[in-house]
């Protein structure tokens, strides 16, 4: 659906959240939850951070509705907003260990055994493994860069679309995708053995390690387990059928945010805190 068309039909509902109506704002909240908190997560690479970044993004949506012109569809304008708060957010711990391409390179070098993992739950933690280090790789990437690669390789957004929410032109917006598309797969088909059959690193063999360097928590896997939609992302499928780079990225599940979160975020406007800003 084109954007004037999606924000044509969006406009009624905003309108009656505007005037106060409580059953409009649970569902522009609803609506819009879980693709920010998509995004939030593989900006800031980690749940918790990214549950208090959507909180943050949604207040300062549903406060700025009034200012929505209709200029893109409502979840686009929210991108926008969410762009904004995420490459201006204060960096977390994990983003703090700055680490790069070469780093993550190095890591996967070594430890990577020469039988997949059998040990109990070997399926789950080869899962966990390759979430985990597709959420590194997006991190050896810069604020700027990361944004550009999640909104046109993970998010698929037309350039025209993701260079408004990024507030560049198009042609812009397709030379910074360009670049961030290199390095990843510059990256991948040297290391990776998904996008590459002829690297060694494979996900199953490397749980071991990555248990033993703490990339990840055997007893409580951060990404595996995580709760999702009802639709998993068909690129999750894909995957094992196409050594593309772009598909191993965006082959995460579609991730729910915390309902608790919503019902907090709903009882912070149910009682007059925050109000509705013109």
């Known amino acids: 659906m084109t954007e004037p068309k999606q924000a044509e039909l969006d406009a009624p509902l905003v309108a009656r959240a505007i005037d106060g109506d409580a059953d409009a704002l649970a569902e522009i909240v609803q609506r819009l939850q879980d693709p920010i908190y998509r995004l939030a997560l593989r900006m800031v690479g980690r749940p918790p951070d990214a549950e208090d970044a959507t909180q943050e993004i949604l207040i300062k949506v549903i406060t700025r509705l009034a200012s929505w012109r209709a200029e893109a569809a409502l979840l686009t304008w929210a991108y926008r907003l969410a762009m904004n708060y995420l490459l201006n957010l204060r960096r977390n711990p994990y983003e703090r260990r700055e680490i790069s391409f070469e780093d993550l390179g190095a890591d996967l070098a070594t430890g990577t055994a020469s039988q997949d993992y059998a040990g109990p739950e070997a399926e789950l933690l080869a899962t966990e493994v390759r979430l985990g280090c597709t959420q590194a790789m997006l991190q050896c990437l810069d604020r700027t860069e990361r944004a550009t690669f999640v909104l046109g390789e993970v998010f698929e957004l037309p350039s025209e679309q993701a260079g408004w929410i990024l507030e560049i032109t198009p042609a812009a917006y397709r030379q910074r995708l360009a670049r961030a598309r290199q390095r990843i797969r510059a990256f991948m088909t040297s290391t990776c053995g998904l996008v590459n059959p002829a690297n060694p690193c494979r996900c ?19 990404f595996a387990t995580h709760p999702t939609t009802s639709a998993v992302a068909s690129g999750q499928r894909q995957m094992h059928e196409l050594h593309d780079a772009a598909t191993v990225l965006r082959s995460h599940p579609d991730y729910s945010a915390p309902r608790e979160k919503t019902e907090a975020i709903l009882g912070l406007f149910r009682s007059g805190r925050y109000p509705m800003l013109s």
């Open 204 to 222: 199953a063999r490397r749980v071991e390690t990555a248990i033993k360097r703490g990339n990840i928590d055997a007893r409580k896997p951060v």
